[in-house]
């Protein structure tokens, strides 16, 4: 099974549309990208036929505000009500847990705001 944040940052890709680019690197151009969501491993078992990470999830924009909005009408209706209980990406996403809601986190570049949540959930190959 790829790695659980791969499978995750490709469903939530597919989830928020083509006006939100996802990855698990930030780039080194973040500023010229005005709407970015960023999925980190950051702890959480792996087992030999289903995962369960614990993933940092930022949202980056331009403006506090469309952080905000990214991080929490975006990204955690995303996770916690779309995500959960479905296929996507060849995995089933089961048991999803928000640990942390979106907070605001300072940023190193003035010309971008961040906010960021923590979910658990297990993922399981289908087939």
Do not use: K
């Not at 083509?18 to 087992?47: C, D, K, S, W």
């Not at 930022?58 to 959960?84: G, H, I, Y």
């Not at 605001?104 to 960021?116: S, T």
Request: charged share 20%; net charge neutral; with cysteine.
């Amino acid at each position: 099974m790829p790695a659980a944040e791969l499978v995750v940052r490709t469903a939530l890709a597919s989830l928020l549309g083509p006006g939100v680019r996802v990855a698990t690197e930030r780039p080194a151009n973040l500023e010229t990208i005005p709407l970015y969501v960023q999925v980190e491993r950051v702890g959480g078992p792996r087992f030999r036929f289903h995962d369960e990470p614990l993933l940092y999830v930022s949202s980056f924009a331009p403006s506090r505000q469309a952080a905000l909005n990214l991080a929490v009408d975006a990204v955690d209706d995303a996770v916690m009500n779309r995500l959960a209980h479905t296929v996507a990406s060849g995995a089933r996403f089961q048991d999803v847990e928000c640990h942390i809601g979106p907070r605001f986190l300072p940023y190193d570049n003035a010309l971008m705001w961040r906010f960021q949540a923590s979910y658990s959930l297990a993922v399981c190959p289908v087939g």
